[in-house]
């Protein structure tokens, strides 16, 4: 088990080298999502609910999981699964409540944090969204105009690098779609954003610092940039004059 399992802030502190991008980049009805998982925490990690229950809550839950993952192979896992789910239900019920009430007891404190991000970050926010990507028509749009014109929203995106054959770097993207519900992350072909415009390097900068479409957690986790996350990143925040 990670030690990340136990940081029930893991869900908001998306990098290294950006931590509080999450923060500065989310709507305000996301902070109110984020609030509450803090609270009551994910399957990657607990909540400081499980904190405050000494964790008996979380203990039964993985029990349940537990059961869950094994029944099919597990005859223990299968026999155990129905004193598992009925100790877990009135904890569950409790786990909802609380952090549900929680949530709206810290509501000011939401609204105080997502006013202060706004007003710090808005031309970062405004920078980011002006990045130019190239259409196949040769029209270039900002990332703004081309996400409002196919009605994706700025959360779904994912980004990362790929380097061509003539040693240009493009800023890759793709956005996220459900179906049946299962998700999956399509590429986006018809938008040529190239990393080595130095014209767009204050908008990149931007794009990097919020961590938009994880660009900065993918480099840091894939393993092929991940020895070198620091000095891409630092290399595009803080562009040579």
Not at 100 to 115: D, G, K
Not at 126 to 154: C, H, M
Not at 160 to 173: N, Q, V
Request: charged share 20%; hydrophobic share 45%.
């Amino acid at each position: 088990m990670k030690v990340s399992f136990f940081n029930p802030f893991l869900g908001i502190i998306e990098t290294n080298n950006a931590p509080h991008a999450r923060t500065k980049r989310t709507s305000l009805g996301t902070k109110f999502k984020d609030a509450f998982a803090v609270l009551h925490g994910s399957k990657e990690n607990v909540g400081l609910f499980d904190y405050a229950s000494l964790f008996i809550a979380a203990v039964a839950l993985e029990w349940l999981r537990w059961c869950i993952d094994n029944k099919d192979n597990n005859k223990l896992a299968a026999w155990l699964m129905l004193p598992a789910a009925i100790v877990n239900i009135p904890l569950y019920i409790v786990r909802l409540v609380v952090c549900a009430v929680a949530t709206l007891i810290t509501a000011p404190v939401t609204l105080a944090v997502s006013a202060i991000a706004n007003f710090l970050n808005a031309q970062t926010q405004e920078e980011a969204l002006s990045i130019k990507g190239e259409t196949p028509s040769g029209s270039y749009y900002t990332l703004q105009r081309f996400l409002a014109e196919n009605d994706i929203d700025v959360e779904d995106l994912r980004a990362g690098i790929h380097t061509d054959e003539a040693k240009t770097k493009h800023l890759i993207l793709s956005h996220k779609i459900v179906t049946d519900g299962k998700t999956e992350y399509v590429p986006i072909k018809n938008f040529d954003i190239k990393l080595n415009s130095l014209h767009q390097k204050h908008s990149l900068s931007a794009f990097f610092k919020l961590n938009m479409g994880q660009i900065v957690h993918n480099l840091e986790n894939n393993p092929n940039t991940a020895n070198n996350a620091d000095k891409i990143f630092a290399s595009i925040v803080n562009p040579a004059p």
